[in-house]
Protein backbone atom coordinates (compact mmCIF):
# COMPACT_ATOMS: atom_id res chain seq x y z
CA UNK A 1 0.00 0.00 0.00
CA UNK A 2 1.58 3.55 -1.26
CA UNK A 3 1.70 6.20 1.87
CA UNK A 4 0.03 8.41 -0.83
CA UNK A 5 -3.02 5.84 -0.55
CA UNK A 6 -3.29 5.64 2.89
CA UNK A 7 -3.50 9.35 3.51
CA UNK A 8 -5.96 9.35 0.89
CA UNK A 9 -7.93 7.00 3.01
CA UNK A 10 -7.79 8.66 6.28
CA UNK A 11 -8.39 11.85 5.13
CA UNK A 12 -11.47 10.37 3.66
CA UNK A 13 -12.47 8.58 6.23
CA UNK A 14 -11.75 11.91 8.61
CA UNK A 15 -14.33 13.91 6.26
CA UNK A 16 -17.05 11.24 5.71
CA UNK A 17 -17.10 11.05 9.64
CA UNK A 18 -17.77 14.93 9.55
CA UNK A 19 -20.70 13.92 7.20
CA UNK A 20 -19.14 16.06 4.33
CA UNK A 21 -19.26 12.98 1.79
CA UNK A 22 -22.23 11.58 2.34
CA UNK A 23 -23.30 7.78 0.12
CA UNK A 24 -19.99 7.76 -2.10
CA UNK A 25 -20.16 11.74 -2.91
CA UNK A 26 -16.37 13.47 -2.39
CA UNK A 27 -13.11 12.84 -3.84
CA UNK A 28 -9.73 13.26 -3.04
CA UNK A 29 -6.09 13.36 -4.64
CA UNK A 30 -2.42 13.98 -4.29
CA UNK A 31 -0.05 14.58 -7.02
CA UNK A 32 2.72 12.12 -7.36
CA UNK A 33 6.06 12.41 -7.39
CA UNK A 34 7.53 13.72 -11.14
CA UNK A 35 4.47 15.96 -11.32
CA UNK A 36 2.41 14.37 -14.15
CA UNK A 37 -0.13 11.89 -12.68
CA UNK A 38 -2.13 11.83 -9.16
CA UNK A 39 -3.36 9.21 -7.38
CA UNK A 40 -7.55 10.07 -6.94
CA UNK A 41 -10.07 8.02 -5.05
CA UNK A 42 -11.70 5.29 -7.00
CA UNK A 43 -15.32 5.99 -7.77
CA UNK A 44 -18.52 4.57 -6.25
CA UNK A 45 -16.56 3.78 -3.27
CA UNK A 46 -17.62 4.98 0.72
CA UNK A 47 -15.28 7.24 2.19
CA UNK A 48 -16.34 6.12 5.45
CA UNK A 49 -14.63 2.28 4.71
CA UNK A 50 -12.48 2.96 2.00
CA UNK A 51 -8.68 1.85 1.90
CA UNK A 52 -5.56 2.32 0.48
CA UNK A 53 -6.16 0.03 -2.10
CA UNK A 54 -9.06 2.35 -3.56
CA UNK A 55 -7.24 4.67 -5.37
CA UNK A 56 -6.19 4.85 -9.20
CA UNK A 57 -3.52 6.92 -10.87
CA UNK A 58 -4.69 9.24 -13.24
CA UNK A 59 -2.42 11.51 -15.75
CA UNK A 60 -2.79 15.33 -14.83
CA UNK A 61 -2.84 15.97 -18.87
CA UNK A 62 -5.78 14.37 -19.69
CA UNK A 63 -7.32 12.98 -16.37
CA UNK A 64 -7.24 9.50 -17.75
CA UNK A 65 -6.20 6.57 -15.47
CA UNK A 66 -2.39 5.47 -16.24
CA UNK A 67 -3.65 1.60 -16.51
CA UNK A 68 -6.13 0.32 -17.94
CA UNK A 69 -8.35 -2.55 -15.99
CA UNK A 70 -8.03 -1.25 -12.73
CA UNK A 71 -11.31 0.84 -10.93
CA UNK A 72 -12.65 3.89 -12.39
CA UNK A 73 -11.61 6.89 -11.01
CA UNK A 74 -13.85 9.43 -9.00
CA UNK A 75 -16.31 10.81 -11.94
CA UNK A 76 -14.98 14.47 -10.92
CA UNK A 77 -11.20 13.49 -12.11
CA UNK A 78 -11.53 16.27 -14.66
CA UNK A 79 -11.69 18.69 -11.90
CA UNK A 80 -8.81 17.76 -10.24
CA UNK A 81 -6.90 17.63 -13.04
CA UNK A 82 -8.10 21.07 -14.37
CA UNK A 83 -6.32 22.23 -10.92
CA UNK A 84 -3.11 20.58 -11.12
CA UNK A 85 -2.46 21.86 -14.19
CA UNK A 86 -3.13 25.70 -12.70
CA UNK A 87 0.38 25.30 -11.02
CA UNK A 88 2.86 23.27 -9.95
CA UNK A 89 2.23 24.51 -6.46
CA UNK A 90 -1.11 22.61 -6.36
CA UNK A 91 -0.31 18.98 -4.89
CA UNK A 92 -3.91 18.40 -3.66
CA UNK A 93 -7.21 18.39 -3.90
CA UNK A 94 -10.03 18.09 -1.81
CA UNK A 95 -13.43 17.96 -3.13
CA UNK A 96 -16.79 17.61 0.04
CA UNK A 97 -20.43 18.29 0.20
CA UNK A 98 -20.01 20.39 3.83
CA UNK A 99 -23.20 21.49 4.36
CA UNK A 100 -22.76 25.57 4.84
CA UNK A 101 -20.61 25.62 1.92
CA UNK A 102 -22.84 23.30 -0.19
CA UNK A 103 -25.83 25.84 1.09
CA UNK A 104 -24.08 28.78 0.48
CA UNK A 105 -23.30 27.16 -3.47
CA UNK A 106 -26.95 26.28 -3.80
CA UNK A 107 -28.02 29.81 -2.45
CA UNK A 108 -25.32 31.48 -5.11
CA UNK A 109 -26.60 29.65 -7.66
CA UNK A 110 -30.35 30.55 -6.97
CA UNK A 111 -28.90 34.21 -7.20
CA UNK A 112 -27.31 33.82 -10.54
CA UNK A 113 -24.30 34.80 -8.52
CA UNK A 114 -20.56 34.05 -10.24
CA UNK A 115 -19.21 34.44 -6.79
CA UNK A 116 -19.48 34.68 -3.27
CA UNK A 117 -17.83 37.47 -1.41
CA UNK A 118 -16.46 36.82 2.72
CA UNK A 119 -14.69 39.90 4.28
CA UNK A 120 -13.37 40.63 7.98
CA UNK A 121 -13.20 37.22 9.48
CA UNK A 122 -11.10 35.72 11.17
CA UNK A 123 -10.98 32.75 9.68
CA UNK A 124 -10.17 33.58 5.93
CA UNK A 125 -6.36 33.88 7.54
CA UNK A 126 -6.72 29.62 7.13
CA UNK A 127 -6.57 30.35 3.10
CA UNK A 128 -3.03 31.59 3.32
CA UNK A 129 -3.83 34.55 1.06
CA UNK A 130 -1.86 37.53 0.76
CA UNK A 131 -4.51 39.93 1.60
CA UNK A 132 -6.28 37.46 4.67
CA UNK A 133 -8.91 40.47 4.97
CA UNK A 134 -11.09 39.32 2.28
CA UNK A 135 -11.85 36.77 -0.29
CA UNK A 136 -14.15 36.51 -3.12
CA UNK A 137 -14.53 32.67 -3.96
CA UNK A 138 -16.12 31.61 -7.07
CA UNK A 139 -19.08 29.88 -8.03
CA UNK A 140 -19.08 27.33 -11.00
CA UNK A 141 -22.14 26.17 -12.90
CA UNK A 142 -22.96 22.53 -11.81
CA UNK A 143 -22.91 20.76 -15.24
CA UNK A 144 -23.54 17.12 -15.42
CA UNK A 145 -21.46 16.28 -17.80
CA UNK A 146 -18.44 16.89 -15.37
CA UNK A 147 -15.59 17.74 -18.16
CA UNK A 148 -17.64 21.12 -18.45
CA UNK A 149 -17.20 22.23 -14.99
CA UNK A 150 -13.50 21.58 -15.62
CA UNK A 151 -13.53 23.62 -18.62
CA UNK A 152 -15.12 26.31 -16.85
CA UNK A 153 -12.25 26.06 -14.11
CA UNK A 154 -9.43 26.33 -16.81
CA UNK A 155 -11.25 29.14 -18.12
CA UNK A 156 -11.92 31.19 -14.94
CA UNK A 157 -9.07 30.09 -12.62
CA UNK A 158 -5.51 31.29 -12.81
CA UNK A 159 -2.13 30.38 -10.61
CA UNK A 160 -3.01 32.86 -7.99
CA UNK A 161 -6.73 32.43 -7.81
CA UNK A 162 -7.91 31.45 -4.34
CA UNK A 163 -7.33 28.05 -3.41
CA UNK A 164 -11.25 27.67 -3.00
CA UNK A 165 -14.28 27.20 -4.96
CA UNK A 166 -17.96 26.49 -4.87
CA UNK A 167 -20.24 24.33 -7.35
CA UNK A 168 -23.68 25.83 -7.80
CA UNK A 169 -26.32 23.33 -6.39
CA UNK A 170 -23.42 20.76 -5.51
CA UNK A 171 -20.74 21.42 -2.85
CA UNK A 172 -17.14 22.42 -2.63
CA UNK A 173 -13.17 21.99 -3.97
CA UNK A 174 -10.07 23.13 -1.93
CA UNK A 175 -6.55 22.98 -3.20
CA UNK A 176 -2.82 23.39 -1.91
CA UNK A 177 0.43 22.19 -1.67
CA UNK A 178 -0.01 19.28 0.45
CA UNK A 179 -3.43 17.08 1.19
CA UNK A 180 -3.69 18.28 4.86
CA UNK A 181 -3.35 22.19 3.78
CA UNK A 182 -6.01 21.38 1.68
CA UNK A 183 -8.46 19.82 4.10
CA UNK A 184 -7.29 22.74 6.39
CA UNK A 185 -9.02 25.29 3.51
CA UNK A 186 -12.06 23.01 2.98
CA UNK A 187 -12.86 23.40 6.74
CA UNK A 188 -11.69 27.21 6.68
CA UNK A 189 -14.65 27.81 3.70
CA UNK A 190 -16.77 25.79 5.58
CA UNK A 191 -16.77 27.85 8.30
CA UNK A 192 -17.29 30.70 6.19
CA UNK A 193 -20.11 29.74 5.08
CA UNK A 194 -21.52 28.17 8.34
CA UNK A 195 -20.85 32.40 9.94
CA UNK A 196 -22.16 34.07 7.20
CA UNK A 197 -25.35 32.10 7.61
CA UNK A 198 -25.40 32.23 10.94
CA UNK A 199 -25.12 36.20 10.59
CA UNK A 200 -27.80 36.52 7.74
CA UNK A 201 -30.71 38.37 8.82
CA UNK A 202 -34.10 36.30 8.24
ZN1 LIG B 1 -19.54 16.29 -5.41
Not at 10 to 37: D, K
Not at 89 to 97: G, K, P, S, T
Not at 159 to 177: F, K, Q, R, S
Request: proline letters at 7%.
Amino acid sequence: MSTDGIALARTAAALYGRGWMEGTAGNISVRLPGAETALITASGVSKGSMTAADVVEVRVDDARPVREGGPRPSAETTIHAALYRLSSDVQAVVHAHPPYATAVAILAARRGAGTVPFADLEIIKGLGLPDPSKVVVPVFDNHAHVPRIAGDVTDRLTADAPPVMLIGNHGATTWGPSLDVARNRMECLEALCQLTLLLEKP
